[in-house]
């Protein structure tokens, strides 16, 4: 009698287990990973339409929920944020990449699409006294502790992603 039981409750674990699986929160499985994509001589910014390449400072990449394979590129991290800020967009992007400034200088001539790092991730620096495209920018790190050093040479406040708004592009 138990040798029965024991197959009945294996059984109906083997059944309903797949079904179980089946109807758990899959979101971080289904997250997809995009690489970065090479920023050319003849990229312009999807915000304002300048030629990306040519001006110093972090760039920015999103990529879109909907476009997955489509990236929107950007001539500095401050319109990279300005264009995600918008609340039809920040709910429609599945992947933002910056320029990780702690491994690549800061000249236009320097642009390298090895140091692209998740821009959620990252630490950045409004209020610098260093220029990107548009005027400041913000400088992103991978490493907090380069954000803060780099304040403490070219002034500003170091910020998490989840820290800027508006306000701060201002």
């Known amino acids: 009698m138990k040798q029965y039981k024991l197959l009945a409750l294996i059984t109906a674990l083997t059944l309903t287990t797949p079904l179980v699986m ?10 997809v990973i995009h690489q970065a994509v090479a920023m050319e001589s003849s990229d312009e910014c999807h915000l304002c339409g300048m030629l990306i390449t040519r001006f110093d400072g972090p760039k920015g990449e999103v990529f879109r929920k909907e476009q997955d394979d489509k990236v929107f590129k950007f001539c ?30 800061w000249g236009s001539d320097s642009i390298n699409d090895k140091y692209f790092i ?18 400041r920018t913000l400088a ?31």
């Not at 998740?118 to 005027?135: E, L, Q």
């Not at 992103?140 to 403490?152: G, H, I, L, V």
């Open 140 to 170: 992103s790190f991978s490493q907090k502790a380069d954000a803060e050093a780099f304040a403490k040479e070219f002034g500003g406040q170091v910020n998490s992603f989840e820290d800027i708004n508006l306000n701060t592009l201002m």
């Open 118 to 135: 998740d821009a959620k991730t990252a630490w950045y620096v409004a209020g610098s006294d260093k220029m990107g495209a548009m005027g």
């Open 22 to 31: 089946s109807c758990s929160d899959n979101s971080d499985q289904q997250k």
């Open 76 to 105: 500095s991290t401050q319109d990279m944020f300005s264009y995600y800020l918008d609340p039809e967009n920040t709910r429609n992007v599945a992947q933002m990449l910056v320029h990780d400034m702690s491994k690549m200088p």
